[in-house]
């Protein structure tokens, strides 16, 4: 895949394209992503993507900027993971905002060759979200391109929206967001040193930096998958102030099972399966150290589970 910062000056052969921030590439969005791969199979066509970095929130509601479900980079991976050959980020600012549906849809025909464009039923661009599908299927018909419309995706009878993943993962319901996602939610960062109190009750974990901007669930414990440069390995992950030593900063951190080594300054990924249970304050390290050797296991029996 191809990633263009800006529309490129080169243009693009015939294409197949599909427009949106893609915040969580939830089932729904991968529904649009997979008919969009899927007719420009069909048709001969480039399947293309154009996304934006910020959410348009932010810029026209800064007030109320969503977290991030995926990161820009998170979001591109998978987008990659589909099928896409062409990933256009451009960075959404208020000249964007304010562009009037026919000048922005202007400047795509300038950078491909379109000839299909995918898009959910109540999908909409431009300034005041003027160019809704019925404005895009007229202009197609004199542009020379087709709009092909996703009917929503339906899960246990509602529609998958990016609100409804965030508003579970901020509850801590990370087994029904992942049901949304498809996939088990994850966050990825930078390995930092820490305080080692783990390492002193015989629990050694790692400190990971969370980028700006990205949702981290609620707090509590978790069960999940880490991602390490030497593999996976099973997780028992923390997410919390640590009231049990009154620190007043967030931390997302985990003990890796069966796991020996030192990920400093390292990348590592950790994917959520399931919430064990919400933050406790302990007495003291002793009871801490108990609890967390019960986390572990509860982490390895729930992950050993078959299916």
């Not at 509601?61 to 991976?77: F, G, H, Q, S, V």
């Not at 933050?279 to 003291?284: M, R």
């Amino acid at each position: 895949m191809r990633i263009h910062f800006g529309l490129p000056g080169e243009r693009f052969g015939p294409s197949a394209l599909a427009v949106g921030s893609f915040d969580g590439l939830h089932l729904g969005h991968r529904a649009i992503l997979s008919r969009l791969t899927a007719t420009a199979a069909e048709k001969g066509l480039e399947p293309a993507l154009i996304t934006f970095d910020p959410h348009p929130r932010c810029v026209v509601d800064p007030a109320n900027c969503p977290p991030m479900i995926t990161t820009l980079e998170e979001r591109l991976d998978l987008a990659r993971d589909l099928g896409i050959r062409h990933a256009i980020v451009l960075e959404f600012n208020r000249a964007l905002a304010s562009l009037a549906a026919e000048d922005f849809m202007g400047q795509v025909l300038a950078a491909m060759d379109l000839r299909r464009l995918v898009a959910g039923y109540d999908f909409a661009l431009g300034r005041k979200r003027a160019g809704n599908v019925e404005w895009l299927r007229k202009h197609g018909e004199s542009a020379g391109y087709s709009v092909e419309v996703v009917p929503p995706f339906l899960l246990d009878g509602q529609e998958v929206h990016s609100s409804e993943v965030r508003r579970r993962l901020i509850l801590g319901e990370v087994e029904s967001a992942n049901r949304l996602l498809g996939r088990e939610f994850s966050i990825g960062g930078i390995v930092l040193p820490g305080d080692r109190i783990g390492r002193q009750i015989g629990w050694p974990t790692v400190n990971l930096s969370v980028p700006a901007g990205k949702l981290v669930p609620a707090r509590g414990i978790y069960a999940g998958w880490a991602v390490t440069p030497e593999g996976e390995h099973m997780a028992a992950i923390s997410i919390g102030y640590r009231p049990t030593f009154t620190a007043a900063e967030l931390r997302v951190e985990a003990y890796l099972l069966d796991f020996a080594g030192d990920l400093y300054q390292q990348r590592l990924g950790l994917r959520f399966v399931s919430r064990l249970h919400e933050e406790i304050k302990f007495a003291g390290m002793e009871a801490l150290a108990e609890q967390i050797a019960r986390d572990v296991e509860t982490t390895r029996l729930l992950l050993s589970r078959p299916g």
